[in-house]
């Protein structure tokens, strides 16, 4: 199985700042890379795929880049919505394996 | 627009079956490919699995072979799971999602809200 790796685990950080997010495959996955927002109680909510492709109705705030193993999810001014955990997941090969999560709260 | 609903919370005991389910609306279900994913308490997502439009077949994850049968009534348009043996391990949340595939591209665009299942004795 391909594993997935991601950090930080968790982070603070203030509405308006930056934050990036680091996702990591075991292998190389192309850009078979997924991004997805959960909030508490809430089922997850595709954010970006294809590694840099924005879901249709999210906010330009979000971005992903990344191919192969390494890849960048960056929020460019965190708003009060965004405070959330972020799973990466690939879909390069069965099983399709998702990160641990980033939980990103408020500082 | 495609919605899916998913049945209600389920108790079971170890060593029994539960079988979820989730009605889509929108679409026929032969025009999606749905999958599953399960989420235990306070931890992260885990595939179970779905049907894949390149092979045409559903595929499981080894972990649940065996154990976990996926499939599909389209005469209501709904699609079950249904999971074996259970363990309290097996205490989750279950939701369906739609998949979509294309060249390079495959995700699950949009998910039911989910099905809380508790094993316990």
């Known amino acids: 199985d391909i594993q997935m790796t991601q950090s930080p685990s968790s982070l603070s950080a203030s509405v308006g700042d930056r934050v990036t997010i680091t996702c990591r495959a075991s292998?190389?996955?192309?850009?078979?890379l997924n991004w997805y927002q959960q909030k508490p109680g809430k089922a997850p909510n595709l954010l970006m795929y294809g590694a840099s492709s924005l879901q249709s109705g999210r906010s330009s705030r979000f971005s992903g880049t990344g191919s192969g193993t390494d890849f960048t999810l960056t929020i460019s001014s965190l708003q009060p919505e965004d405070f959330a955990t972020y799973y990466c997941q690939q879909s390069y090969r069965t099983p399709f394996t998702f990160g641990p999560g980033t939980k990103v709260d408020i500082k | 627009q495609v919605q899916m609903v998913q049945s209600g919370a389920e108790v079971k005991k170890p060593g029994a079956s539960v079988k979820v389910s989730c009605k889509v609306s929108g679409y026929t279900l032969t025009e999606l490919s749905m999958h599953w994913v399960r989420q235990s308490p306070g931890k992260g997502l885990e595939w179970m699995g779905g049907f894949d439009p390149h092979e045409g077949e559903t595929v499981t994850a080894q972990k649940f072979q065996g154990r976990v049968t996926m499939t599909e009534d389209t005469s209501t348009d709904t699609t079950y799971m249904e999971l074996s043996s259970l363990r309290p391990e097996d205490t989750a949340v279950y939701y369906c999602a739609r998949a979509r595939f294309g060249e390079f591209l495959r995700y699950f665009d949009l998910w039911g809200r989910g099905t809380l299942v508790t094993v316990s004795s």
């Open positions: 292998q190389t996955i192309s850009t078979y």
